[in-house]
Nanobody, 124 residues
């Protein structure tokens, strides 16, 4: 049974930073694509960032230059470093695992396993 567990969310002032972690158990994730998505109240879930097993990363335009995705394959953990946070970054953040190396890395339907989410709130 594959499990993903996010941590690191919280309340931060605008301009501040947070680092989210996602620990994966039940499967060695070194060969899989890992992604971060978020869902704000009243909005659809949206793509944030993806890290391929080989190191290639992709970002949504809204977070490019502020967020960094990284992975530690030895720890089965993926991270999302979030800097220069804005109130519009407020959302529940989810990590996800794609077994199939989809080229549509930004589509949440391409991911097979999901964490329960962690709340990030940015105050103005």
């Amino acid at each position: 049974q594959v499990q993903l567990e996010e941590s690191g969310g919280g309340l931060v002032q605008a301009g501040g930073s947070l680092r989210l972690s996602c620990a994966v158990s039940g499967r060695t994730f070194s060969t899989y694509t890992m992604g971060w998505f978020r869902q704000a109240p009243g909005k659809e879930r949206e793509f944030v960032a993806t890290a391929r097993s080989g190191g290639t990363t992709y970002y949504a335009d809204s977070v490019k230059g502020r967020f960094t995705i990284s992975r530690d394959n030895a720890k089965n953990t993926v991270y999302l470093q979030m800097n220069s946070l804005k109130p519009e970054d407020t959302a529940i953040y989810y990590c996800a695992l794609d077994r199939g190396y989809s080229i549509i890395y930004y589509a949440d339907g391409e991911y097979d396993y999901w964490g329960q989410g962690t709340q990030v709130t940015v105050s103005s």
